[in-house]
Nanobody, 133 residues
Framework: QVRLVESGGGSVQPGGSLRLSCVAS????????IGWFRQAPGKEREGVSC????????KYADSVKGRFAISTDNNKSTVYLQMNTLKPEDTAVYYC??????????????????????????WGQGTQVTVSS
């Protein structure tokens, strides 16, 4: 019933930019958190950024802070991840996911509690981002 669809991935040179989109549908939730995760070949899935829909609180992994920005449209039907100053180490499949249990990203005490994979009940199919020269 719940569907998340990512788009916007592609290939870009180092220093370039991409904007990913995540469209969520089929849910009846007013308060939840959308997270962006990424998984590089041979690596574990890691949290990149998240936004809590109700209060708009945003969080970022240290590796992308200052380069990436997460946002929603006015209807909060789409979540964006603006990725600037891309680096080769950003290369990965990027996934958006929905955490129905986290009303606000400010409700957690430790940053790693924002990106507990098992708490994100719904996932998109992923979109490939490749950064290379």
């Amino acid at each position: 019933q719940v569907r998340l669809v990512e788009s916007g991935g592609g290939s870009v040179q180092p220093g370039g930019s991409l904007r990913l989109s995540c469209v969520a549908s089929g849910h009846a939730l007013d308060s939840y958190t959308i997270g962006w995760f990424r998984q590089a070949p041979g690596k574990e899935r890691e949290g990149v950024s998240c936004i809590s829909i109700r209060d708009g609180v945003t969080k970022y992994a240290d590796s992308v802070k200052g380069r990436f920005a997460i946002s929603t449209d006015n209807n909060k039907s789409t979540v964006y991840l603006q990725m600037n100053t891309l680096k080769p180490e950003d290369t990965a499949v990027y996934y958006c996911a929905l955490n129905p249990y986290l009303d606000s990203a400010d409700d957690v005490d430790e940053p790693d509690e924002l990106f507990i994979v098992d708490e994100y009940d719904y996932w998109g199919q992923g979109t490939q981002v490749t950064v290379s020269s």
